[in-house]
């Protein structure tokens, strides 16, 4: 994965959605369920409360409503999407494809729609993937979509575990277009290394046990990657764009553990002020947690048009990624 080849055409960012479930799940409801405690919780990972996904509200449902406020903040109608680009762990069924279930929710009929599974790195290579289709001239708008119910598969005895994840989406539709006054994705570079499996895994699928599993992580290793190793992606993407840390606006990571974003802002030379930080409100919400915090950073009005955005994310696999945004 490398820089952009010379081309007319860029991915711009027209709108941003989000959708929480309206149940949540504070630290002091866990109390009760497994031995954890707030202090605990909040020292260790940041997180204050998480969303919890109610009866009827499945992955695709929550997708959706994301898409549709997407496309709302865009101002553009869903029939002219012609790429829906799903990332999620927690499909509603095995097949068929979460994203097909939104494109029919929306509507749309022409086009084409599809999951992407890079765990908690899924809507990096989403966007990744979504701006190659758009660059290339095949396709003109696209809705890439992160969205989870995590909470289907956690081990509720677990505390190492069902402390840290939660339910949600987020979306943004991307838009192919010449002349975009530097606007647009930059650079994406996007890495894996399966050798990683029994770090972060579920243990359960269709061909191995045919059951759904639980979340099994070994913490501490995912921790020690998540901060040591993954500054590759983002070093190549300022290398990419002929920036450094200091030319960013807004650093938006992957919402696993405050911890995490701290050492890996400071690692970068990363300013405080300019890390978006929403994991205490949602807790760890997988492939939908960089939309969400990105939706939350632009209705506050802090990330605006023509800022550069980083975003960057690791997960099971192991696999990790980053992209610019030029806003
Ligand atoms: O997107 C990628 C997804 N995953 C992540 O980002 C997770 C990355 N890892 C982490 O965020 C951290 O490793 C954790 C938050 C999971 C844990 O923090 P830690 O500082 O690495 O703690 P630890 O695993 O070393 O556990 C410390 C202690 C242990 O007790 P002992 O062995 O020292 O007696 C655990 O049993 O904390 C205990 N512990 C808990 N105590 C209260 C583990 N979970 C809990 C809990 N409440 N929920």
Redesign the pocket.
Known sequence: MSKSPPSELRSVVLGVGACLPDKTLTNADLEKM????DE??VQ??GIRERHIAGEGETTATLGAKAAERALASAGVDAQSIDLIICATSTPDYTFPASATQIQAALGIRHGVAFDLQA??SGFVFAVATADKFLRSGSHKRALVIGSETFSRILDWQD??TC??FGDGAGAIVLDAQENTDGRGVLASRLRSDGRHREK?FVDGGPSSTGTVGHVR?V??D??RH?VGQVSDVMLGCFEDCGISAADLDWFVP?Q??K??IDASAEKLGIAPEKVVQTVQLHG?T?AASIPLALSAAVADGRIKRGDLVMIE????GFTWGAAIVRW
């Open positions: 497994v031995d954890t405690s605990w919780i260790r990972s765990v908690c505390r190492t402390v840290l972060l992580m913490g501490k995912v921790f998540a992957h696993a553990n911890r995490i760890n997988s994310a690791v997960g099971g």
